[in-house]
């Protein structure tokens, strides 16, 4: 049983005090982690180390410190383990000449699956490009390129899946039929690790996140527990109620709120911990004789926890 | 076995679209277009003299090289820069056949069109006088020189992007320049050892012609064909160590 938020109990990619410098500039410093069944969401600002992380992961770079496994070995020396990952890239990556679905069975054919025809039609309809998928990939647009390399990356069945900004350029409704099948993905028990700046999209995609902040890692685990990790700044609540003054009035008198905004008859709180205030306001209520309709954290959100840790540093 | 086709295959469709089939098809038998527009009313002896001034003077150090640099240098240079190439190299196969079949598929393209700029030509002498005897050496010098650049030129395009402009330094300046003016380093050029290869293979009294047109220190056929397949296996071993050294993105 591991107590490190960072490792996972039975991990496909293994990352071990791993750093890569290019000349002076530092992209990843010392991250240790591991990746395992279901989505992880890769996590952090445009320059983070995101991508020098994911490109480590597949093997395209080399660490230039630490080690990294991928079902117990480093990819560059067993090209064997690639026949089980699969990798979306954030740069185009794609051959414009080439039909989506040339390339979807070429990706097969240098994945030795059997019949690459029918695997290419397979992963076609997986990401939906249907009729679109016999003309060249130079003429499609951003949104449906990222399709065709989830596509070519799913088309051998791979046991890991690593995106890169999978999501960029795609339009609401891609953007949702691709969370869902990355979901889907990971709750059949791949393992999916999916980098992105977008928060929200990592938060509708993963339970949970490594974040990277100037190349070393800044927090580890599900969302909600790196919030509760961050005891150091107060939660803020949403408390709606019929009397919004006098429980205003009431809950500074408490020692454990620290501060209290009034927005439009609703209760902005601020608390060090949370859970006592959430037993401590019902009976506050009672006193004033107040009508609590909401009560909810408003920064349990991945948003506020990418603020923090951007902030922080 | 089947990637390695597959690699190939797709390589000679990257490197030799109709764009490039067109230009390139028309640049392999302006030769042989410029020797039948000039060779028209001359003697047989006269006709292998403009044959062997297009030999020496266009098709092996002009034509040749600028067609093999071009096409090779793109086999691994615009996989790296389209970013194609993290496609490539995160597949279950070994990157020495990952840079064997980059290799194959530009040579092909590459003694096909150099190979059909030497039959062309040797097609035209042969129409023109009725000697057939340099029709092949000339198809297989063709190739031999455009596999010895081909070696050399897609690992140039895999490091840098300024490859063509690399290649054409190596052509007109070490070529063309350094080495004509010192013939011991003949066999370090690449258009000389398909010159080789056809002074070994056509008919003597062509050969013996060449050495007017400034052809000396030709090798023989057997150390020409060693030290292409030198070159080729140092250049698939030399591009299997960078794909797998090297960072590649």
Redesign the interface.
């Known amino acids: 049983m591991t107590t490190n938020p960072a490792l996972v109990e039975s991990p496909t990619v293994e990352v071990d005090d791993v750093s890569k410098w290019f000349g002076q500039k530092v992209a990843v410093s010392n991250v240790t982690c591991s990746f395992g069944p279901g989505v992880t969401g890769l996590l952090g600002p445009n320059g983070a180390g995101k991508t020098t992380m994911l490109?480590m992961l597949?093997?395209?770079?080399?660490p230039s410190q630490g080690g990294i496994k991928v079902l117990g070995v480093w990819?560059?020396?067993s090209?064997?383990?690639?026949?089980n990952?699969g990798?979306v890239?954030e740069?185009?990556?794609?051959?414009?000449?080439?039909t989506a679905r040339a390339f979807i069975r070429?990706?097969a054919?240098?994945?030795?699956v059997a019949d690459a025809d029918e695997a290419a039609a397979r992963a076609i309809d997986t990401v939906a490009l249907g009729d679109a998928a016999d003309r060249r990939l130079g003429g499609y647009s951003k949104g449906m390129r990222q399709r065709a390399k989830v596509a070519?990356a799913l088309v051998a069945d791979p046991q890991i899946l690593l995106l890169d900004e999978p999501l960029n350029g795609t339009d609401p409704v891609q953007r949702l039929h691709l969370i869902n099948l990355f979901r889907q993905l990971g709750d059949e028990g791949r393992t999916i690790v999916v980098s992105s700046h977008v928060l929200d999209e990592v938060e509708r995609m993963s339970d949970r996140v490594i974040a990277i902040v100037d190349g070393r890692l800044a927090a580890a685990g599900d969302i909600a527990a790196i919030r509760r990790a961050m005891s150091d700044i107060p939660y803020r609540v949403r408390v709606e109620t019929d009397r919004s003054r006098v429980l205003a009035a009431r809950l500074l008198e408490e020692a454990l709120v620290h501060g209290v905004t009034i927005d439009d008859d609703v209760l902005h709180v601020e608390t060090g911990d949370l859970a006592a205030l959430g037993r401590r306001v019902p009976v506050i209520a009672g006193d004033v004789d107040a009508r609590i309709t909401v009560f909810r954290p408003e920064d349990a959100s991945l948003e506020s926890v990418f603020r923090y840790l951007v902030g922080r540093r | 076995m089947?990637?390695s086709l597959?690699?190939t295959t797709?390589t000679i469709?990257?490197v030799f679209?109709i764009r490039r089939a067109l230009i390139f098809g028309f640049a392999a038998i302006a030769p042989a277009l410029v020797f039948l527009v000039s060779s028209q009313t001359l003697a047989d002896e006269a006709a292998l003299n403009r044959l062997l001034a297009m030999v020496v003077g266009l098709y092996f150090p002009l034509l040749v090289p600028i067609v093999s640099l071009i096409i090779s240098a793109s086999a691994l240079g615009d996989e790296r820069r389209?970013?194609?190439l993290?496609?490539?190299?995160?597949?279950?196969?070994?990157?020495s056949a990952i840079s064997g079949a980059k290799f194959l598929g530009a040579a092909l393209v590459v003694g096909a069109l150099n190979g059909l700029g030497g039959g062309a030509l040797g097609l035209m002498y042969g129409l023109e006088t009725g000697v057939w005897g340099v029709l092949i050496p000339l198809i297989l010098g063709g190739i031999v020189a455009g596999t010895v650049y081909t070696a050399l030129f897609v690992p140039l395009g895999f490091f840098t992007d300024r490859a063509v402009l690399a290649g054409l330094a190596f052509v007109f300046v070490f070529e063309n320049g350094v080495v004509s003016a010192l013939s011991g380093l003949s066999a370090l050029s690449p258009w000389r050892l398909g010159l080789s290869t056809f002074a070994a293979l056509a008919p003597d009294s062509v050969a013996a012609d060449l050495v007017d047109f400034g052809a000396v220190n030709l090798s023989g056929l057997g150390s020409t064909t060693l030290r292409a397949f030198v070159v080729v296996a140092v250049s698939i071993a030399a591009t299997t160590m960078v794909l797998?050294?090297r960072?590649?993105?």
Do not use: H, K, N
Request: no cysteine.
């Open positions: 490109r597949t093997g395209l770079i080399r990819p560059r020396t090209p064997s383990v690639y026949a990952v990798l890239p740069e185009a990556a794609v051959y414009p000449s080439m070429y990706a054919t240098l994945a030795g070519a | 089947r990637a597959a690699i797709a469709r990257q679209g389209d970013g194609t993290s496609f490539l190299v995160i597949r279950p196969i070994p990157r797998r050294r960072d590649l993105a």
